[in-house]
């Protein structure tokens, strides 16, 4: 496990610089490419007070090593032009649905191969030879969701606004959330075919929210339409592939796939089915992939139309078998070198998984101790206490021990001179203590566990602050219950 000096400067956000004079004052003389081990990375990082997030630490460090972040065809000459994601948002009843499905069946493509289309939560659509993804999951709930994992998946939003309703409540949400993606949005003026449509109150309305239309002299782009009578469905994917030449999105087909998971579900028949959008790189049958804890080789790629696909490019949305579990929504995936390193890397986060898991039902924190002195299951307190010498350690010895009451005993379970290291957090966690250090500090490597076990450390340089804390903790025993 190693980071280099630069790498390590540049995630704390500090001069790589400035962590080198850092070293040098302690004696090592290095460059910005030199690697540091865990525990002095840990170290480092403390002084500049940061704290190791030891997950996303290991995490990126195994993903170069089975070289998802080290690609050697990562080459900006192989950046090719791909087609747009577009998710559909408005208010319920505007005609999202309706609209998802009136473009779909108007697609000639899919009416040539005259397969039965079925629901994989994306589909792509052809326009003149240039294709458009839609998420058909409509609605900002999805959006927000995938979002939320941090998966930027949509490059175009298609606002549904009903022209006989106008501007409602999720109208603005939408508009919120899709500017807060910093996503452009096309607006879909829908239902012109009602007797009471009125398309200038919607653009009117709009205005509030610096959405004025390009004959109002502003930049937003209004399509009015009928997904009921299929109008003008064409000119709105025609500007939906103009937004996206302005947008000039682009992806290298040319290297390992990566992406997210659109979503997924267990089939009684073929196991766990994910529909994955590519989003950059070819998926091909056979690769090895990971999500995070699922992994897997793509045995099967299907597209919406029921078709059997060698392989997947940028922007392609395919139903995938293979992986060994359903991956949440928006969860991101990638092609490894070998099934090896997708098993260790979903093992790697199924493990720190457990681990926190772990931490959060064993914990038991000073702050808690009242509580569980209340509730009558914990009749004991056990500490451990570490200090800088030996008359300190033995001073809170005696003075904790004196706090002892019928109902409650505290119990001293190990104490010794000396700075918190790991064998004393993995004693508290097994016995259920807390660690009390006095003019002392853990070690890097004793904080982190004690993390992820959930042990409390407290510090202290006045014996008496310790007492003090200790005594209250305890003192919900002694308090009358109302
Ligand atoms: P969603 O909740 O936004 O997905 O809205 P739906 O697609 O379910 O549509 C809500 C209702 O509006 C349904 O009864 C549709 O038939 C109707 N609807 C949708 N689009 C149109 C349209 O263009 N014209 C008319 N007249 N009705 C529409």
Redesign the pocket.
Known sequence: DVITVGELAKRMGIKANDLIKELMRQGSMVTINHPLDYETAALLATEFNHEVENVAFDEDIILEDVGIESDASEDSSNLQTRPPVVTIM??????????LDAIRTTDVTAGEAGGITQHIGAYDVELDGRKITFLDT?GHEAFTAMRARGAEATDIVVL?VAADDGVMPQTKEAINHSKAAGVPIIVAV?????PGADPNRVKQELTEFEMVPEDWGGDTIFVE?????HTNLESLLEMILLQAEVLELQANPIKRAKGIIVEARLDKGRGPVATVLVQEGTLRIGDPIVSGVNFGRVRTMTDDRGCQLEEAGPSCPVEVTGLSGTPDAGEPFHAVENEKAAKDVAGHRQRKLREAELASSSKISLDQLYARLQEGDVKELKVIIKGDVQGSVEAVKDTLGKLSTDACRLVVIHSAVGGIIESDVSLAAASDAIILGFNVRPEPKANAQADLDGVDIRLYNIIYDAVEDIRNAMEGLLAPIF
């Open positions: 408005g208010h319920v009843d505007h005609g999202k649905t309706s609209l409509p549904v829908n239902k012109i075919d009602k339409v009928s997904a009921k009578e």
